[in-house]
């Protein structure tokens, strides 16, 4: 954790009351922005809030994938509470959506997508990561548009779960939803992080210096 942050939940006081997508509004219990290390060098980004999550006010928490992905960064050093934990105790990671609410009978819209972008866009810049993991085809296909070369339709997350690809200063490395993982997949993607990305000098991507 960053030494000058104060809390995880929200640290960078964004809008806790947005009200720029009118669907949106009535049907949300809360926005639920990012939560973690604003120093973080490995930065986790959905699609939305899940249910557990909007209870919560805490992406990837909860048991409808949250504590899967809890527990697959435990394993990797980055948490060190229990996966139930509605608030984690995190370290050098940084866990953010596409879209900040949750509509419970369908998923975000493209324009709610790009309504959301300057959270995003604004965490990715105040945290400045080394890597990014999009979890779901959405979010690496909309982080494909912005930080890489490729086309966003030449992306699969079915193919690509636990690889890494090369961003314009910094590494994607894509996770299947909790929801499609196996044991087979969540293994997969710990045995590449172990062997691929902490056991190298990642920050050798855009040449950061050590905090």
């Given at each position: 954790?960053?030494?000058?942050q ?77 996966p ?9 990671v ?38 990014i ?20 339709d ?21 996770m ?13 993607l ?22």
């Amino acid at each position: 954790m960053d030494a000058n942050q104060a809390e995880f939940e929200n640290p960078f006081a964004m809008d806790a009351d947005c009200e720029n997508c009118a669907e949106l509004c009535g049907a949300r219990d809360r926005v639920v922005h990012g939560y973690g290390d604003v120093g973080a060098e490995f930065l986790v980004v959905g699609n939305r809030p899940t249910a557990a999550a909007e209870r919560n006010g805490v992406p990837f928490t909860g048991p409808d994938g949250g504590e899967l992905v809890q527990s697959i960064f435990a394993d990797l050093g980055f948490v060190r509470s229990e996966p139930d934990a509605t608030e984690p105790e995190v370290q050098n990671v940084f866990f953010t959506n596409l879209t900040r609410c949750r509509h419970p009978e369908r998923g975000p819209t493209d324009r709610e997508v790009d309504t959301c972008e300057p959270f995003l866009n604004a965490e990715i810049r105040m945290i400045n990561p080394q890597i990014i993991v999009p979890v779901g085809d959405r979010p690496l296909r909309e982080l494909a548009v912005e930080y890489t070369t490729r086309r966003p339709d030449s992306f699969d997350v079915e193919a690509e779960h636990a690889m890494t690809i090369r961003g314009r200063g910094f590494e994607l490395v894509p996770m299947k939803e909790p929801a499609d993982m196996s044991g087979e997949d969540a293994e997969a993607l710990r045995e590449h992080m172990r062997e691929n990305v902490l056991s190298r000098d990642y920050r050798q991507t855009k040449g950061r210096q050590n905090r």
